[in-house]
């Protein structure tokens, strides 16, 4: 398998305040590196703080980071739970976010109109599991020339995502990530398959490991998804040993009061700890 390679991210003054070299290196012969941030953008001062403890946390163990939370979440358990402040404002924030801390910056798309807009503020752009298989909307994605995230769906085997690749790239964009966030099996219950990591690299793309997603219990809560978020940090050091890229973990200052996915997303208290230990996991793996 070739080697797979590209940039994220901006340089200059407004990366200075970043610890790491920028534009961030990612691919499938590059560093470990870590997606994180809040679910869903809930105010611009906790995006901030939370952007800047990830700045911190980079630092401190030389881990590079991509700062995400989600302007819109679109496919909320209830019709009546938080979905984020929208396109205009979210994107606002996440300006700020990129601007004020020099960390590159990644969002969901959940419609094909929204990819062109959130890609003249973002660094990545990134597609939701259950929109894996939409062809518009990978098209689009593509077509900004921005890296996209491809979020493996949770009805998918490993080698369908090869569609999804090939969509991206028929449309001249060779900059795809894919992400594994488990399985359905049965009623409100992800499972893991480590060996998706390497299958899914097979296809010539860096694969991320989604490590709070993939304690999700969906639906199980009723109106709301139930999670395990302390079997997190196993299955993040499960999947680096299995050959990952990269991690993918949804953080917050006070879990239980995430305005969404409160049942699974990581104390932020949590992180480098964990990515201290995934490094030297990495590096090993790595040889």
């Known amino acids: 398998m070739s080697k797979v390679n590209f ?12 610890p790491l ?8 012969d590059a560093p470990l590196f870590v997606i994180a ?8 001062d ?29 496919n909320r358990s209830s019709l009546h739970s938080f979905r984020g402040p929208g396109l205009d404002e979210g994107l606002q924030t996440l300006a700020a976010v990129r601007g004020e801390t020099g960390l590159p910056v ?4 959940h419609e094909a109109a929204q990819a062109a807009v959130a890609a003249k503020v973002v660094d990545c752009l990134q597609v939701p599991a259950f929109l894996c298989r939409q062809t518009d909307l990978l098209c689009a994605c593509a077509k900004t020339g921005k890296p996209v995230n ?28 894919l992400t594994e966030r488990g399985t359905f099996f049965g009623y409100n219950r992800l499972v893991n398959d480590m060996t998706a990591i390497e299958a899914m690299k097979q296809l010539g793309c860096p694969v991320l490991f989604d490590a709070t997603h993939s304690t999700q219990q969906p639906g199980g809560l009723g109106d709301a998804s139930a999670g395990r978020r302390e079997m997190a940090p196993i299955l993040a050091k499960a999947a680096v040993a299995a050959g990952a890229n990269g991690l993918f973990i ?23 700890d964990l990515l201290k230990v995934c490094k030297q996991i990495f590096e090993i793996v790595r040889g």
């Open 250 to 272: 949804e953080v917050h200052p006070e879990p239980d009061k995430a305005k969404s996915d409160a049942a699974c997303i990581m104390p932020i208290d949590w992180l480098e």
């Open 21 to 28: 070299p920028h534009p961030l290196e990612i691919g499938t």
């Open 106 to 109: 990644i969002t969901d798309v």
């Open 150 to 177: 491809i979020k493996k769906g949770q009805f998918l085997s490993p080698a369908e995502m090869e569609n999804a690749v090939e969509k991206i790239r028929a449309c001249g964009n060779e900059k795809i990530m």
């Open 46 to 74: 906790i995006c901030l703080h939370i952007a800047k403890r990830l700045v911190e946390i980079s630092k401190n163990t030389d881990v590079g980071m991509i700062f995400k939370a989600s302007f819109d979440k679109a």
């Open 37 to 44: 941030g809040p679910c869903v953008i809930e105010t611009k």
């Open 7 to 18: 940039k994220v991210g901006q340089a200059g003054p407004k990366a200075a305040q970043s």
